[in-house]
């Protein structure tokens, strides 16, 4: 063991967030420590020895997520293509056998299953170029979320330690999501099935594993396999846009009597449902109703753009149109330009919080307030034009 004192080892080990206050080899030798506590054999643990430094093109991809600096337009676009359309059409013939299994067992439709087989690894071509013990360890070390991913990353050495996977070939993305499915380490612990009984969890490799996890997940998240996710809906003259957003919900009945109709002007299904109004897009953009299964999509990843996407894509898959209203040169906002918008909403009196950069529950409070004041509708969307209209 390198030169470290028991002492700093057991502040290194209850206190991960002190963790830059150290070098990353006398850290990386705590977190050794702590593994050998946990039960974590030696042998396990000498893939840390693999582990360099902190790898900085980790740090810049968590600072660039696609759900905060794409657009709307831009992020579907670059997921639903007729390409991709086909292409799961083609693997939901080509796994129909393994896929109605898994929705007799799980309760989940099989064209939910490949949408988010798409939108998480592009049907397994994607997974990810990254160590995921490299990734977890870089954004473990970094003191922004440093206690989460220690967790992760102990986890993820314990899933090794299981023979579920060699350290090696547990490969990922940036933030450690791993396989097919892109489950984080804690995740994968929790749902993981041994979907083909070969008596190990490999959603890297094993599509019986893949779908049947995928499926797990959603099951004991929620899902209900006798609904669909949501649907495209227009919205009549003078509409209330503080009634958007995840935080309202209605039945469907009061949706329909707020003038709210499908796509195409005929009425909505009355169910009995709840739903919540989505603009990802703002007031000019689609605007969607989203009902339970939206939000157990958004249990999977907690991006409304994520669940949009997800639904359409498998509704795509039956046949389903292409959004209507998409706006036209929809301008992305950078983390700076909503840094800034957060900075000016609490000048002027609108409280958003700590300005972040990230566009959260606080933050559309305070774009919805000052909106109100200036008599603009109230769709708590940060624009480049609202960023204007704070600037000037």
Known sequence: MKAITRTLLFLLIAAPALAQEVSFEQWLEALRVEALALGISESTLTALDDIEAPLPRVLELDNSQPEFVQTFTRYVGLRITPGQISRGQQLLQEHAGLLNEVRRRYGVQPHYLVAFWAVESNY?????????????????????????????????????DEGHIAATAMSG???????????????????G?????DGRVDIWSSLP????????FLSQSGWRGDERWGREVLLPQEFDFSLTGTG???SLQEWQGLGLTRVDGSPIPVADMQASLILPAGAAGPAFLGYNNFRTTMTYNPSTFYALTVGHLADRYTGGGAIQRMPENET??????????????????FDSGEPDGRVGRQTRAAIRAFQQSRGLPMDGYASASLLQALRN
């Open 124 to 160: 397994g071509r994607a997974t990810g170029g990254f160590s995921v013990l490299q990734a977890l360890a870089t954004l473990a070390y970094d003191p922004r979320r440093a206690d989460f991913f220690r967790r992760e990353l102990l986890t993820a050495l314990q899933i090794i």
């Open 173 to 191: 993305s940036w933030a450690g999501a791993m396989g097919q499915l892109q489950f984080l380490p804690s995740v994968f612990n929790r749902y």
């Open 193 to 197: 099935v041994d979907g083909d009984g």
């Open 332 to 349: 992305a906002m950078s983390v700076d330009d909503v840094r800034q918008l957060q900075e000016l909403l609490n000048g002027a009196g």
């Open 209 to 216: 594993d893949v779908f049947h996890s995928a499926a797990n």
């Open 248 to 250: 309202t919900r209605k």
